[in-house]
């Protein structure tokens, strides 16, 4: 069974920081990865997806990377604002038949104005 | 606007009681998928289905059922089995991964939270 793990926990930044948010997975047979931002008492907002034969994607001041080979992927977040706290979750899809995906307990972040 | 409504935001479910979430999508997505949301846990999946008529368990399925009669709508209902549900229920839905349609994320209602009286 695929595992998903976003480490760390909590993070605060101050306004203005670089950051990267990790995300990692035990089964590297995976169809693709996405990451959403979860707004407290909301639905989860789809941010970027990276197939598995890609390395990066790119939208505005966010960069997802993937490494399929380590069971890895980052979220590069440029220039951090307030409006950017949130809690940020990963989810995989398994390579094959089924269409099941499988999320991370999600990184609750903080951006210090 | 395209997208997906779940109802009602909140409900409060009587011991014994079945209760059931809506989960309406106007995005003509072939599939749909209930999660169940705990503090400090990641989403689990309950169920999902790919087609009309057809639906499979999740990870956590038991104390909870679900329809697919038409494509729009998946509605779950949470049977009195179910001991311990409290918590936030996020309904998703996809593009059906088809080779065509391949690598399509999936869009989230708001959810509704469901707490016992």
């Known amino acids: 069974k695929q595992e998903v793990t976003q480490i760390p926990a909590a993070l605060s930044v101050p306004e203005g920081e670089n950051l990267v948010l990790n995300c990692s997975f035990t089964?590297?047979?995976?169809?693709?990865l996405q990451w959403f931002r979860q707004d407290p008492g909301k639905g989860l907002t789809s941010l970027l997806l990276?197939?598995?034969?890609?390395r990066e994607q790119t939208s505005g001041r966010l960069n997802a990377s993937l490494d399929k080979s380590s069971g890895r992927s980052t979220l590069y977040i440029a220039a951090s604002q307030p409006g950017d706290s949130a809690t940020y979750l990963c989810?995989?899809?398994?390579?094959?038949?089924?269409?099941?995906?499988?999320f991370g307990t999600g990184t609750s972040l903080t951006v210090i104005p | 606007d395209g997208g997906i409504t779940q109802s009602p935001k909140y409900l409060f479910r009587k011991e014994g009681q079945n209760v059931t979430l809506s989960c309406e999508q106007n995005?003509?997505?072939?599939?749909m998928y209930w999660y169940r949301q705990d503090p400090g846990q990641g989403l689990r999946l309950i169920y999902y289905?790919?087609?009309?008529?057809?639906?499979q368990k999740g990870d956590i399925a038991e104390g909870y059922s679900v329809s697919r009669e038409k494509k729009e709508s998946f509605p779950l209902t949470v049977t009195s089995a179910q001991k311990n549900p409290t918590a936030f229920y996020l309904c998703?839905?996809?593009?059906?991964?088809?080779?065509?349609?391949?690598?399509?994320?999936?869009?989230f209602g708001d959810g509704t939270r469901l707490s016992i009286l």
């Open positions: 998703a839905s996809s593009l059906l991964d088809r080779g065509t349609y391949s690598n399509q994320p999936q869009h």
């Open positions: 089964d590297s047979a995976i169809y693709n």
């Open positions: 990276i197939q598995s034969s890609q």
């Open positions: 989810a995989v899809k398994l390579a094959g038949p089924g269409n099941q995906f499988y």
């Open positions: 995005l003509n997505h072939d599939a």
């Open positions: 289905s790919q087609i009309v008529n057809d639906f």
